[in-house]
């Protein structure tokens, strides 16, 4: 079964640099969430979509801003980008419908800003 | 606000022992309740989940039960393997808010030795 699907794996920066994240959810999911696991520490929540919309929004710097496409796909972009960004980013993808649906995790962007 | 407080660990058991790592919430709403897994380099992959209280989740050989009168979501299994050793992460999301964000608890490290 199709996954969610997460571009670049790995990624390295200076600081200062920006970067871009990219989100590719499972088919016919409609709803993104963007998480940030720093080192040793559980996923903190930064940004959701719904149907290309905003649909909550996290600990997300503002620095960092993000969106979903028309074709559903997602992308986090971050700028001005400090040592403290380093961090394994995670995209989630499921399908809108009764609460409490499932998220499905791609397996993670690791973001190293040196 | 809502919250999830899990076991530290790590917990280092044999193979073939009993595991138990245990999780509370606290929640406004009706919150439903998840155990995610990641192995390490990995992405976080859904355990279980329960979506009302009294449900049990189970997968693999792990269970959880939903106890709205403890607020509890202790994950068990009987006989853990090698395998098994990874971090768990218990999760709830919050049925009175729009969107399903995860709130994660700051994960129980696992290890397992023949």
């Known amino acids: 079964a199709a996954g969610v699907i997460q571009s670049p794996r790995h990624l390295i920066k200076e600081k200062r640099e920006t970067a871009t994240l990219k989100c590719y959810p499972i088919?016919?999911?409609?709803?993104v969430y963007w998480y940030q696991q720093g080192p040793g520490q559980d996923p903190q929540f930064l940004i959701s979509?719904?149907?290309?919309?905003?649909?909550d929004k996290g600990s997300i710097p503002d620095r960092f801003s993000a969106q979903q496409f028309s074709d559903y796909h997602s992308e986090l972009n971050m700028s001005s980008l400090e040592l403290g960004d380093s961090a394994l980013y995670f995209c989630?993808?499921?399908?809108?419908?009764?609460?409490?649906?499932?998220?499905?995790f791609g397996p993670g962007t690791r973001l190293l800003v040196l | 606000g809502d919250s999830v407080t899990q076991m530290e660990g790590p917990v280092t058991l044999s193979e073939e022992a009993f595991l138990t790592i245990n999780c509370t919430y606290t929640?406004?709403?009706?919150?439903?309740l998840f155990w995610y897994v990641q192995y390490p380099g990995e992405g976080l992959q859904l355990l279980l989940k329960?979506?009302?209280?009294?449900d049990k989740g189970s997968n693999k050989g792990f269970e959880a039960t939903y106890r709205k009168e403890t607020t509890s979501f202790h994950l068990e299994k009987g006989s853990v393997q090698v395998s098994d050793s990874a971090v768990y992460f218990c999760?709830?999301?919050?049925?009175?808010?729009?969107?399903?964000?995860?709130?994660f608890g700051t994960g129980t490290r696992l290890q397992v030795f023949p």
């Open positions: 989630a993808s499921s399908l809108a419908g009764s609460l409490g649906e499932t998220q499905y």
């Open positions: 088919p016919r999911h409609d709803t």
């Open positions: 979509f719904y149907e290309k919309m905003q649909s």
């Open positions: 929640a406004t709403g009706y919150p439903s």
């Open positions: 329960a979506t009302k209280a009294d």
């Open positions: 999760a709830l999301s919050d049925q009175s808010v729009r969107t399903d964000k995860l709130i």
